[in-house]
């Protein structure tokens, strides 16, 4: 474990603060956006951490290679199995893209010019392949997993090196799931939990997601895994990492 934490690092390295740091939208969307998304896909990435940034959360569709569960829906409604691929039932919009679909999103619910950074496309897409690099081929190829009744509950920020190597494995296993995004707002939330803890800090962030956390367990720490159909909540990338592997592993 202590291996994939430190390639995860260096992927979170690599891609600085995005996916990390957080202004939320003007507008929430009143339904979930839906993501059709591989996990170590450098294009996917770059829409996960607008999504980060911007406070929006989203089902995740998993269409790892040679995965049979949703990539066939991306062909049949977009024509073509590319990546990622963004459905938005409050609007009726369907793209492929991803800086397409990262400047949709900041014009649409953001309601904010096109951040500078942003507006570098080319090179947050070479940013985003040498993040991908460190990982290799985590998160990219299908090994199916049961398909639980309801969908699981990921409270995450895309940057997160611990939560990295959930999100790969439920990509993995074909496991859709909604994706709580729990960017920073607050200058102590980039301490650790057990340092927060050994200080005595609770960060009082205004982000919904943190609320519901902080109120759920007495704390919040990235990252959080709940399951509805078990009615189990877990911390720690390892703990979350055997569960799905026990109760959904085929």
Avoid at 5 to 27: D, F, H, K, Q, Y
Avoid at 47 to 69: F, H, M, N, S, Y
Avoid at 153 to 167: G, I, K, T, W
Avoid at 204 to 227: A, C, F
Wanted: proline share 8%; with cysteine; hydrophobic share 35%.
């Amino acid at each position: 474990m202590a291996g994939n934490i430190a390639s995860s690092l260096l992927s979170t390295l690599v891609r600085g603060s995005n996916g990390i740091s957080c202004t939320p939208a003007a507008v929430k969307p009143a339904q979930l956006l839906q993501l059709y998304d591989i996990e170590n896909c450098p294009y996917c990435r770059l829409v996960r951490e607008a999504l980060t940034e911007l406070d929006l959360d989203a089902e995740i569709l998993p269409c790892p290679k040679e995965g049979e569960r949703f990539r066939p829906e991306v062909e049949q409604r977009g024509g073509k199995a590319q990546f990622p691929y963004l459905v938005d039932p409050n609007t009726g919009i369907e793209m492929y893209e991803s800086l397409d679909i990262v400047a949709y999103l900041f014009e649409t619910y953001g309601q904010r010019p096109l951040p500078l950074k942003w507006r570098a496309g080319r090179l947050q897409t070479l940013g985003s392949m040498l993040a991908s690099a460190p990982r290799m081929q985590q998160g990219m190829t299908a090994r199916p997993g049961v398909s639980p009744e309801y969908l699981l509950e990921l409270y995450s920020f895309e940057s997160s090196p611990y939560a990295r190597p959930v999100r790969e494995l439920l990509c993995e296993m074909e496991i859709a799931y909604i994706l709580r995004n729990c960017g920073r707002t607050e200058l102590q939330e980039w301490l650790l939990p057990p340092v927060r803890s050994a200080l005595k800090i609770t960060p009082r962030s205004t982000l919904e997601n943190r609320l519901q956390l902080q109120d759920l367990e007495g704390r919040v720490s990235i990252p959080y895994l709940y399951d509805p159909n078990t009615e189990t909540g877990l911390f720690e990338s390892a703990d979350i990492l055997q569960y799905l592997s026990d109760t959904y592993g085929c």
